[in-house]
């Protein structure tokens, strides 16, 4: 079981990244998958999920970032828009190995992608 994250780089204030969670011998489809990140000495921070009946994004994030699902992808995306000197961070996807538990319920993550460094500079 793996989750794949990608699309991290660099950009510059007010750029936009995509970022994608793939998963490896694992449905998406009907977990819930949410989205973290870890910036320079700071503690790993909660920045969106997304599950078959509801999705959320930080108040950081509100109005920037969306989180989608491309089932036939198998697929998890994290559009980030509009991107701040503070989005920087490795960004980790992460996934409950349970079937429809919603966001709002808490999700178990139990099984996480490997990273994925965004570097926004002025």
């Known amino acids: 079981v793996q989750l794949q994250a990608s699309g991290g780089g660099l950009v510059q204030t007010g750029g936009s990244l995509r970022l994608s969670c793939a998963g490896s011998?694992?449905?998406?489809?009907?977990?819930?998958i949410g989205w973290f990140r870890r910036a320079p000495a700071k503690e790993r921070e909660w920045v969106s999920c997304?599950?078959?009946?509801?999705?959320y994004v930080s108040d950081s994030v509100k109005g920037r970032f969306t989180i989608s699902r491309e089932i036939a992808e198998n697929t998890v995306y994290l559009q980030m828009n509009s991107l701040k000197l503070e989005d920087t961070a490795v960004y980790y996807c992460?996934?409950?190995?349970?079937?429809?538990?919603?966001?709002?319920?808490?999700?178990?993550?139990?099984?996480w992608g490997q990273g994925t460094l965004v570097t926004v500079s002025s």
């Open positions: 997304i599950s078959s009946s509801d999705s």
């Open positions: 011998e694992f449905t998406l489809d009907r977990r819930a």
């Open positions: 992460a996934a409950d190995p349970l079937y429809d538990r919603q966001c709002s319920a808490g999700p178990g993550f139990t099984i």
